[in-house]
């Protein structure tokens, strides 16, 4: 079967730095998605790795690895409105999305 | 300002009766896509369309229906056959077919069926 796990909830303190994991097990793989949302609202776009290594985009970068099928969201200076949920998503062999459950990323002052 | 549109935000239902949840999109893309969002599970695929007047089972599609007649318009219909229809319903859409295009989401109708 296919797989992605997440830790369900993560505490930190704004101006901090936070690691969301993801590792997958899925039937191929063509790349890997990280959405930003809040909660009752609609999944925003945050990065998208088919190759292994680091891209940064401002205050978040994501790490892919294929080889050990993970990867990580990193969230540096964290602000309150960082809170929300952040989701992983794989891009299997038949190029469908499958999803993780989702991180809740709770910001304290 | 291109976007996805959907409504109600909010939807009561009682048991038994067929609900239509409305998905437009202003973005010219080709594909759309329905899924359910439970709490503590990952989105799951109800039903997608890669084109006008074609579209594909997903992985939970028993008990919903959709069409496609115009690209920009992709609406749900949560049928009585639905076991447990009461979820966030997000509507997304991508410029061409394939998951490894970014989807841009709707943001999302709530329905609870009474």
């Known amino acids: 079967g296919q797989n992605i796990d997440q830790p369900t909830?993560?505490?930190?303190?704004?101006?901090?730095?936070?690691?969301?994991n993801c590792t997958y097990q899925t039937s191929g793989f063509n790349g890997l998605f990280w959405y930003q949302?809040?909660?009752g609202e609609a999944p925003t776009f945050l990065s998208y790795n088919v190759l292994d290594g680091l891209e940064e985009k401002g205050?978040?970068?994501?790490?892919?690895?294929?080889?050990?099928g993970y990867s990580y969201l990193l969230l540096k200076e964290l602000q309150m409105k960082d809170s929300a949920s952040y989701l992983c998503a794989v891009v299997d062999s038949n190029y469908q999305l499958i999803w993780g459950a989702g991180t809740k990323l709770i910001i304290k002052p | 300002d291109g976007g996805i549109?959907?409504?109600?935000k909010y939807l009561f239902r009682k048991e038994g009766q067929n609900v239509t949840l409305s998905c437009e999109q202003n973005l010219n893309h080709d594909a759309m896509y329905w899924y359910r969002q439970d709490p503590g599970q990952g989105l799951r695929l109800i039903y997608?369309?890669?084109?006008?007047?074609d579209f594909q089972k997903g992985d939970i599609a028993e008990g919903y229906s959709v069409s496609r007649e115009k690209k920009e318009s992709f609406p749900l219909t949560v049928t009585s056959a639905q076991k447990n229809p009461?979820?966030?319903y997000l509507c997304a859409s991508s410029p061409l077919a394939g998951g490894y295009n970014e989807q841009f989401f709707g943001p999302g109708t709530r329905l609870t069926v009474l």
């Open chain 1, 9 to 20: 909830e993560m505490t930190a303190t704004e101006g901090a730095i936070v690691q969301i």
């Open chain 1, 37 to 39: 949302q809040h909660a």
């Open chain 1, 59 to 68: 205050r978040f970068s994501s790490f892919l690895s294929r080889s050990k």
């Open chain 2, 5 to 8: 549109t959907q409504s109600p």
């Open chain 2, 48 to 53: 997608y369309s890669q084109i006008v007047n």
């Open chain 2, 86 to 88: 009461t979820a966030f």
